[in-house]
């Protein structure tokens, strides 16, 4: 019996063949950027840390591409982040201390992906996106034992709104509550009251982006004092 990932597609090609395909085309991309790396006198310069604007520009550009482009505008945009991914990786493999690969990567995310996902690799049973939840978190908090707070592991980079509603769900597993705002009845009127508040921001020439900063800072005081 023919496996089913073998059946015969449409075009009268196979499955199978296509997986192959995706692979090699992937495998053409790390090699693409390892030629690149090796031989333009730009990209052999360039270091983890330069990277980093590029790596957050590409992701806002996929943000925006999943908001308001197309199909094809998306497509190219994952492309380009995922040259970021491989530029990363190529450094990587010319570190003279710690080096490893595209292939070290995909082989740790594989690895991470299969224990935080046990009712689809091994025995648990989760019929719910919330009994999901548990695994992964269980999952998670194996991995990260050396934690000592449920702050750690956040970036303090992300911009605020963002680290903001990530220091809140991770206060709130400290025990320590972040105020609910009254007002706002949908993710519209959100929105709305968020501008209201950059627009008074702006009237009383105060920074709205310092001010949210700062207030995380002493939320995150709170949470650790809490931890003890």
């Not at 395909?21 to 333009?40: G, K, N, P, S």
């Amino acid at each position: 019996m023919t496996a089913r990932s073998d059946r015969a597609e449409p075009d009268g090609g196979s499955r199978a063949s296509r997986d192959d395909a995706r692979t090699d085309a992937l495998r053409q991309a790390a090699e693409t950027m390892r030629a690149v790396r090796e031989r333009c006198v730009w990209s052999q310069r360039i270091t983890h840390r330069d990277l980093v604007p590029y790596l957050i520009e590409e992701s806002h550009e996929v943000i925006e591409a999943v908001e308001d482009g197309s199909r094809a505008d998306l497509r190219e945009e994952l492309g380009d982040l995922l040259w970021q991914v491989l530029f990363h990786a190529a450094i990587a493999a010319q570190d003279p201390e710690d080096p490893f690969d595209i292939d070290d990567v995909a082989r740790t995310l594989t690895e991470k992906m299969v224990r935080r996902h046990p009712h689809v690799f091994a025995d648990a049973v989760a019929t719910t996106p919330e009994e999901v939840l548990v695994h992964w978190n269980a999952a998670k908090a194996a991995e990260k034992r050396t934690r000592t707070s449920v702050l750690d592991g956040v970036p303090r980079g992300m911009p605020a709104l963002a680290l903001a509603q990530k220091l809140a769900g991770r206060a709130g597993g400290a025990g320590v509550e972040v105020p609910v705002a009254e007002g706002p009845r949908t993710e519209a009127e959100l929105g709305e009251a968020i501008l209201a508040l950059v627009g008074r921001a702006r009237a009383e020439g105060w920074d709205a982006e310092r001010a949210l900063r700062e207030r995380l800072r002493a939320l995150e005081h709170d949470v650790r004092a809490v931890e003890g």
